[in-house]
C-alpha cells in the first residue's frame, strides 16, 4: 500500500486530508511542521503539504528534502507561488476531495 506522507500545520485541514486519503484506501504518515516530517520521508512514497509550515522556509525545506528522497511532492496551498518550485503537482487551495483524490492517483498511482 502506497504511505502518503501529509504535513499540514492547521490540525483540523490535517484531519480531513487524513481521513479523505484513507478512506481512498492510502496508508498515511501525518505531521504538523517540516521538523516533524523530515524523519518520515524515507518511510512513504509520496508526499502532500502546505507550503506554509508555517513558515515558506519551512515548506522549501520539506521539498528540497522530498527531492532528494526522490518522493513525488504534492504542494496544496492558498498561496500562490511566486516561483517555479520543484515539485509534481501545485494546487491552489480550495480544492474539491475529488479532484485532490485525482491528482494523488495521478502523482502516487492508485492505492493497492
Known amino acids: 500500500m502506497a504511505k502518503i506522507l501529509v504535513v499540514e500545520d492547521e490540525p483540523d485541514q490535517l484531519a480531513v486530508r487524513r481521513q479523505l486519503l484513507e478512506q481512498a484506501g492510502y496508508e498515511v504518515i501525518s505531521a504538523r511542521s517540516a521538523a516533524d516530517a523530515l524523519p518520515q520521508l524515507p518511510n512513504c512514497q509520496a508526499v502532500l503539504m502546505d507550503l506554509r509550515i508555517p513558515k515558506l522556509d519551512d515548506g522549501m525545506e520539506l521539498i528540497h528534502a522530498a527531492k532528494a528522497a526522490s518522493a513525488p511532492i504534492i ?22 476531495s475529488r479532484k485532490l483524490l485525482e491528482i494523488v492517483m495521478r502523482v502516487c498511482g492508485p492505492p493497492e
Do not use: R
Open 75 to 96: 504542494v496544496l496551498s492558498g498561496a500562490e507561488s511566486d516561483s517555479a518550485l520543484p515539485v509534481d503537482q501545485f494546487v491552489t487551495k480550495p480544492c474539491s
